[in-house]
């Protein structure tokens, strides 16, 4: 079974920082994507950052290009994104997500592909940055 764990989200002013860490176990494919999702309430979830992982490209939405940082950690199958310099719009629900979606081979292909492309998620983490 494939279990995937978010924290590290929190309430923080604008301009501030925030590591968000998802934890994933039983996964066992050699690459594959692994995409954090923002959520915001009434709208579908949208990819943000994600990386084909294995040595495999990295992909940035415009709105967080320069201050999301997506970062593996294989020796303990945990993702991360590094925030900094959040501002009010990054506020929603963050999931991690892990699959490999019409056959992605790199980050652009990962964060664009469809919600309903990804078999397994964790719960969310809730990121909230106030003016």
Request: proline share 2%; hydrophobic share 30%; aromatic share 12%.
């Amino acid at each position: 079974q494939v279990h995937m764990v978010e924290s590290g989200g929190g309430s923080v002013q604008t301009g501030g920082s925030l590591t968000l860490s998802c934890a994933a176990s039983g996964y066992t494919a050699a690459q594959y994507c692994m995409t954090w999702f923002r959520e915001v309430p009434g709208k579908r979830r949208e990819g943000v950052a994600a990386v084909y992982t294995g040595g495999g490209s990295t992909y940035y939405a415009d709105s967080v290009k320069g201050r999301f940082t997506i970062l593996e950690e294989n020796g303990n199958n945990t993702l991360y994104l590094q925030m900094s310099n959040l501002k009010p719009d990054d506020t929603g629900m963050y999931f991690c997500a892990a699959d490999n979606p019409i056959y992605c081979t790199g980050g652009y292909c990962c964060a664009t592909s469809q919600v309903h492309e990804y078999r397994f998620w964790g719960q969310g983490t809730q990121v909230t940055v106030s003016s």
